[in-house]
């Protein structure tokens, strides 16, 4: 069907509704940049050679979508079921801003071509136009739309944005073109329900994989492109994508002047970011907690104040919060400070949101200060001034703010842009442009690219050589090992070294947390030092003094056997049931570990001369220490350790004991006697904790991370 005769079409009462987008132009396709024909080559050549799911990733106003629209108008007819040769584009976008906008350039290159647009209620098309734009949630949420578009008829689909392509409503509607596409588990975070007015067609889909149209001789190409081709939430894009065949990084393209220089300032505030909540789903700070310490008057007021002393005199500045509440704070600072600033959110009606963007291009007003619209799709050359308001761990969403103002636009006089980076700590992985190149925040101001490479390289050449003397430890053993069975041996195993080998010649054992055992000869129990807490002179001066409450650092207690113990059956012989040990016997209270070693090292020679066991029995290097552990020693230190019902759990590295000395048996029964266990436990669970999260930030950096190349799933 023609255009005038769709034109006619549309005015008919009973014709069906049709809405086809026809530009136009005499001009032809424009010019491609050379890395612009680079990155068609390489889609064309990847899939010529069999690859049909590939990725673009190159950054925001590199012209990804001057790409696509040259790539589509040269992707081979594909082969289809019917002896055939589909030759139809689909193209996926995310809202319907960029769905129009992309149908213009579209239609404004290739006027050969007829663009239809399929998006809600308004835009409906025929499903044979030479190219479809469309919003993947008109797609997803009405499966007889999606089934307009037979697969047989295709030779590629492109998809903007590409990193949402991971969504369970996006693979939903990439799995008609290509079945291999995985829907995904239904408890994956749902990114269809993403907003797209209040038009919405037929109902959500639910229950099982619907059987779509005939399939094409081999799977529609699906070509993916985006500023940031990676994902922060764990979903892998390796699910949609099997490689990525092109990759521009920002700062490729600032250095080969295709887009424009940016100069840098990081806005130092006060604000603590430790206690911010973290999303489980992103790793990102939540908004709510993330604003509570931001939208502050103080904070605002820095702000405005930093903008008014940097870039008063810029013409288009765009300003990124946290939630509609800061982005309505903000912009009532800056108009309280006399400056014409307005704002959009999600709020935002979309006749006042298209508005207000066609008078910020015009350059009406000077401020347009936003929260989680303007991160993707907007393309506004004239934005010189970026003014990050929000803190983020993201290096994705860190990508798509900052790109807002990269664009040249000779048109408007612009010459560079500066980006404002309000910073708070930065302890918490908080992503700004110094961290990128290891910076300190605290030392940019006004900074260029240029300056910051070469301060960085300055300053790795002036770090002092590394200290190769003494033990280094593993550093995988610290950061990325979690402590277990085998830990715990380590622990338990480990030799008192340092300031008690100093002190004392006995076998004192360090259970930890500042105490020390001596064992004493039979019957006498054993001997132990501990140290007070950090509270107990405070609590002794208020109960009346040092002289009548505090008395010492360290104290110790001797915890003899009792009598009856030894004894455990009567003249009946039933068991008796006695406690094993007196109640502990103060031995002294002195302000110093060393005090306390000579007084009780003096108590137990006093003993071991009674002729209990004899002083051998004290000594650290007494013979019978070194001879080898006897097996029901061994045994007793497997069943104290736990080993036993570690196996019996099925425990991984669960290794085997190995081989004791007699000295080093009774260590290890003292420290477990003494709740070393229980601690190095507790330190074992903080230590695993910390771990985990530190390869869940690896993991998700990791994931940030974008080249050339297979994609994991």
């Not at 889909?205 to 399939?215: F, H, K, L, Y």
């Not at 206690?275 to 904070?299: C, E, H, I, K, M």
């Not at 904790?689 to 190349?709: D, F, L, P």
């Amino acid at each position: 069907m023609s255009w005038a005769r769709r034109a006619v079409a549309r005015l008919t009462p009973c014709a069906p509704r049709l809405a086809a987008l026809r530009l136009r132009q005499l001009s032809s396709a424009p010019t491609l940049r050379p890395y612009q024909e680079e990155c068609v080559e390489e889609c064309l050549l990847s899939l010529a050679a069999g690859v049909s799911r590939i990725g673009v990733s190159s950054p925001t106003g590199s012209g990804k979508t001057t790409m696509f629209t040259s790539l589509l108008a040269r992707l081979p007819p594909l082969p289809n079921a019917y002896g055939g040769a589909g030759s139809r584009v689909l193209i996926l976008v995310s809202s319907i801003e960029l769905a129009l906008q992309t149908a213009r350039v579209v239609a404004a290159a290739h006027p050969e071509l007829l663009v239809e647009l399929e998006q809600g209620a308004r835009f409906r098309a025929s499903g044979a136009a030479d190219v479809t734009v469309a919003t993947y949630q008109t797609l997803h949420r009405s499966p007889a739309r999606l089934d307009k578009f037979d697969p047989a008829g295709f030779k590629g689909v492109i998809v903007d944005e590409a990193h949402h392509a991971a969504a369970p409503a996006y693979r939903s509607v990439l799995a008609h073109f290509d079945p291999a596409v995985a829907e995904g588990p239904p408890e994956e975070a749902r990114e269809g329900s993403a907003r797209e007015g209040p038009a919405r067609e037929g109902p959500a889909r639910e229950g099982p994989a619907r059987e779509g149209p005939p399939a094409a001789a081999r799977p529609v190409p699906i070509i993916g492109f985006s500023a940031t081709f990676a994902r922060h939430d764990g979903l892998a894009l390796g699910t949609v994508f099997d490689r990525i065949v092109f990759h521009k990084d920002f700062l490729e393209m600032i250095a080969e002047e295709w887009l424009c220089p940016v100069r840098f300032t990081a806005v130092r505030a006060t604000i603590d970011l430790s206690a911010v909540r973290l999303s489980t789903a992103s790793g990102d700070f939540t908004p709510t907690s993330l604003a509570n310490v931001v939208n502050t008057p103080a904070v605002n007021r820095l702000i405005v104040r930093s903008w008014l002393d940097r870039a008063a005199a810029r013409r288009s500045t765009i300003v990124f919060c946290v939630n509609i509440a800061h982005v309505e704070a903000l912009t009532a600072e800056f108009r309280g400070a006399g400056i014409d600033a307005r704002f959009l959110h999600g709020g935002t009606a979309m006749r006042e949101r298209r508005s207000l963007l066609e008078d910020f291009r015009a350059g009406v007003f000077p401020v347009l200060v936003n929260c989680a619209i303007l991160t993707e799709g907007a393309d506004v050359p004239a934005i010189d001034c970026v003014l990050l308001a929000r803190p983020t761990r993201s290096r994705n969403l860190f990508s798509q703010m900052i790109g807002r103002g990269m664009r040249l636009s000779p048109a408007t006089g612009k010459t560079d842009c500066i980006v404002l980076d309000l910073v708070g700590n930065s302890e918490r992985g908080v992503v700004c442009t110094p961290t990128l190149f290891g910076l300190d925040p605290e030392s940019i101001d006004d900074a260029t690219l240029d300056e910051m490479q070469q301060r960085s390289s300055s300053d790795s050449d002036s770090l002092p050589p590394p200290d190769m003397t003494g033990e280094v430890p593993d550093p995988s053993a610290i950061t990325y090992e979690e402590w277990g069975p085998a830990e715990l041996q380590r622990a338990m195993l480990q030799r008192t070294r340092g300031v008690l080998e100093r002190m004392t010649p006995n076998a004192w054992v360090d259970c930890g947390d500042d105490i020390y055992v001596l064992e004493l000869p039979p019957s006498n129990g054993y001997v132990r030092i501990e140290r007070d807490s950090p509270h107990a002179e405070t609590d002794a001066r208020a109960k009346g003094g040092p002289a009548d409450g505090w008395l010492g650092n360290y104290f110790a207690r001797n915890d003899a056997e009792q009598a009856a113990a030894l004894n455990p059956f009567t003249r009946r012989g039933s068991v008796r049931k006695v406690a094993p040990y007196r109640r502990p016997r103060l031995l002294l209270h002195v302000d110093s570990l060393e005090a306390a070693l000579r007084g009780c090292d003096t108590f137990a020679t006093s003993l071991a001369g009674r002729g209990l066991g004899g002083i051998s029995m004290l000594a650290r290097n007494a013979p019978w220490r070194a001879r080898p552990a006897s097996e029901s020693q061994r045994a007793l230190v497997e069943r104290r350790l736990g080993l036993d019902k570690m196996r019996a759990a099925g425990a991984e590295h669960t290794p085997p004991l190995p081989a004791l000395t007699k000295g080093q048996a009774a260590t290890v029964l003292t420290r477990l006697r003494c709740g070393a266990k229980s601690r190095w436990e507790r330190e074992a669970s903080a230590h695993n904790r910390e771990v985990r999260a530190q390869r869940k930030e690896h993991e998700r950096r990791a994931r940030e991370t974008v080249s050339v190349g297979p994609l994991s799933r």
